[in-house]
């Protein structure tokens, strides 16, 4: 390998992809030494063999998924290494586009596959982290970095204080001595370059990991970052009440659900309900339910499950014998007929004053759910462009944005299932998988001692979390 990258570092030389003389950076830095690399894709052999010898410092290539180049330099490289080894490429965008799909990636992938990036130079490392942190947020799991040359200006140690592992066919110094000693500059340029190198750091910079991701920040700091009203205030509720606890009570008599509401009131953050299962729904039952929100402080959600074109879905909102908008804190909506179906959500909320929030539905906690796949990422990326989002009913981390929330259903003290196709999972188990809120229907309404019952999830789900964030 060593007699490979000596002959490409002349070779490179050769093609003026390594300058010498008084360069100003991108950043306003002044250097002796200047990496041009977009000229190999003049040179199709030269392109090929860096791009092969690159891929050679890939840990277990055959477990990796997808290769992401970092915009422009590296794409072909990227592509290359995409092509000859058989593995699918994404593209970071730069910036989202405006119309169409606001995809920040391009390309097909699922949460969860293994991405390694695909870089030519690296400074200050801000590149790469920047397209770690859209990877991440696409549930991309990103732990290495390819780079064709390392400045040694402090790219390398940001890039691996946020987890990523880089590795690089050359750095700074090495290139020297390979180009002095094949005799293509002086001892004195050698000098003048690594004197400057020694000086000069680019600025720090760190995807902060405790900064960027949800699982690991906790419910206050992410309540100052949301931009959805309903978020930042259920964020706050959560932590000022210690709960995460989302109590789903589907009872048909409203007397049952006020009575439970005002039992587990002072324990949980969200009272979700189905409104259309009321036997006797009356507008007294929201005007009670409502007190009761206003004493024990907890938020109103009706899982109404939206899921008609946006015309249909702005009347189902505000009008008919509910009245929803009118009352609900929070919505569920599936993203089924696309961003028109939260246009219509929007709509229905023109004449209404207090804050309100939707959780589209991203994954359903059902046996056999078609909720799977392109679908998910389709649903991530509708919820990030819209402000009436406030987060994903989802089973697993599939987002880090620390403005959105996580509320996860299915949850029981037992792993175990319905037989009308529910799945539970345990409440740590969740809050592991990412869930913020909990949701808890027959786990409580089903217990002889509800109120124990309360008690005991809201525990389990806040130490969980406690944990979570510790970590
Ligand atoms: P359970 O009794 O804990 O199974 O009640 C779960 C509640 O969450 C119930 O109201 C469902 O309608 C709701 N739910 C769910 O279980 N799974 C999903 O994927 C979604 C909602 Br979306």
């Known amino acids: 390998m060593e007699k490979e990258l000596k002959e490409l570092a002349v070779l490179l030389f050769d093609v003026d992809a390594v300058k010498f003389g008084d360069f100003v950076t991108k950043v306003g830095l002044r250097t002796p030494v200047y ?15 860096i791009s092969s010898i690159l891929w050679k410092l890939a840990d277990d290539a055959e477990k990796i998924d997808q290769v992401c180049g970092v915009p422009y330099t590296a794409l072909p490289i990227a ?15 730069k910036e989202a586009k405006a119309y169409g799909t606001k995809k920040l990636i391009e390309g097909k992938f699922k949460a969860g596959d293994k991405c390694v990036i695909i870089e030519d130079v690296v400074t200050s490392g801000s590149s790469i982290l920047e397209t770690v942190k859209d990877l991440k947020q696409e549930g991309l799991d990103v732990t290495e970095a390819l780079v064709i040359m390392d ?14 592992k880089m590795k690089s066919l050359y750095t ?23 004197e400057y190198l020694g000086k000069c750091l680019a600025p720090v910079k760190t995807l902060d990991k405790d900064s960027n991701d949800r699982l690991k920040m906790d419910f206050l700091s992410r309540s100052k970052l949301a931009k959805n009203k309903m978020a930042a205030k259920l964020l706050q509720l959560m932590d000022m009440k210690e709960t995460t606890l989302c109590l789903a009570a589907d009872l048909t008599k409203a007397d049952d659900i006020l009575e439970l509401a005002d039992l587990a009131g002072p324990h949980i953050a969200v009272l979700k309900i189905h409104v259309d299962i009321i036997e006797d729904f009356s507008k007294d039952f929201i005007k009670n339910l409502k007190n009761l929100s206003e004493k024990h ?17 702005s009347s189902q909102y505000s009008k008919g014998i509910y009245r ?16 028109g179906i939260l246009d219509g959500l929007k709509e229905a909320l023109k004449n209404i004053s207090d804050d309100r929030g939707v959780f589209l539905i991203t994954e359903m906690s059902s046996k056999g759910t078609l909720t799977t796949g392109n679908y998910v990422q389709q649903s991530l990326a509708m919820a990030e462009s819209c402000e009436l989002v406030v987060g994903h009913v989802c089973q697993s981390k599939i987002f880090s944005n620390p403005e959105l929330i996580q509320l996860t259903p299915g949850v029981k003290l037992a792993k175990a299932s319905d037989d009308l196709g529910q799945q ?6 969740v809050v592991n998988s990412g869930a913020d809120l909990a949701v808890v229907g027959r786990g409580i309404t089903e217990a002889g001692d509800k109120l124990r019952q309360v008690i005991n999830y809201k525990n389990q789900l806040w130490s969980a979390y406690k944990n979570r964030i510790a970590q």
Request: proline share 5%.
């Open 35 to 49: 990496i041009d690399l977009r000229v190999i894709i003049s040179y199709p052999k030269l392109l090929n063999r």
């Open 79 to 93: 592509s290359l290494i995409s092509v000859v080894s058989n593995i699918p490429m994404l593209i970071r965008r």
């Open 151 to 164: 400045r040694e200006q402090g790219g390398k140690k940001n890039i691996e204080k946020s987890g990523i």
């Open 172 to 194: 700074m110094t090495k290139l020297m001595e390979y180009l002095r000693e094949a005799d293509k500059v002086s001892q004195e340029t050698v000098d003048g370059v690594l």
């Open 297 to 313: 402080k907890f938020l109103i959600m009706e899982d109404r499950k939206f899921g008609d074109i946006g015309n249909t879905v």
């Open 324 to 339: 929803i908008s009118e009352w609900a804190d929070l919505v569920t909506a599936h993203p089924v007929a696309g961003p």
């Open 424 to 429: 539970y999972n345990t409440p740590e188990a």
